[in-house]
């Protein structure tokens, strides 16, 4: 069975750009989350999608949205792109079903460099 | 609010010592915690959730609701088991994470 898998795996845009990652779980899991891993504040929560929908929401600004297709497939966006949004963005799926609390499997993650 | 709190940023320890790392969380509910581990170059990728109560890899850790912590031991250290850990709490809320800052545990041969 394939991994999760995040393209692409490195970006480099520039101040006030925005920006599209993707992410595709591993085949019948419907939960993704995603997740921001900097030096500094270390992994942070952005969101989750099931079944298509938002279930949780971190502490990120509007410019960090996200979705989340009928094939599960996830792709989050970051508009007006800062300095600060340089990072690893992880994607990770799971089996979750309503309030289920299940493994996460993460991706290799996407490395995102602003300039 | 809930955290989750790992006191060593760098753990360093020789072949065959006992290795603890220390995770402490702050949470009022009843919650599920993992420890996650990042091998060189991998993924990160699940090594223990409390609740199955198993040892991988020879590492054990037990949920202690009174101290709210959730150490990870090891009772003799390889050089395999050098990696960045990761202790992570589930606050019942599907599929969010939280986690702490990470161990990088070093076992010098």
Known sequence: ?115 | AQRVTQPEKLLSVFKGAPVELKCNYSYSGSPELFWYVQYSRQRLQLLLRHISRESIKGFTADLNKGETSFHLKKPFAQEEDSAMYYCALNDNQGGKLIFGQGTELSVKP
């Open chain 1, 1 to 115: 069975k394939a991994g999760v898998t995040q393209t692409p795996r490195y970006l480099i845009k520039t101040r006030g750009q925005q920006v599209t990652l993707s992410c595709s779980p591993i085949s019948g899991h419907r939960s993704v989350s995603w997740y921001q891993q900097t030096p500094g504040q270390g992994l942070q929560f952005l969101f989750e999608y099931f079944s298509e929908t938002q279930r949780n929401k971190g502490n990120f600004p509007g410019r960090f949205s996200g979705r989340q297709f009928s094939n599960s497939r996830s792709e989050m966006n970051v508009s007006t792109l800062e300095l600060g949004d340089s990072a690893l963005y992880l994607c990770a799926s799971s089996l979750a079903g309503p309030q289920a609390k299940n493994i996460q499997y993460f991706g290799a993650g996407t490395r995102l460099s602003v300039l």
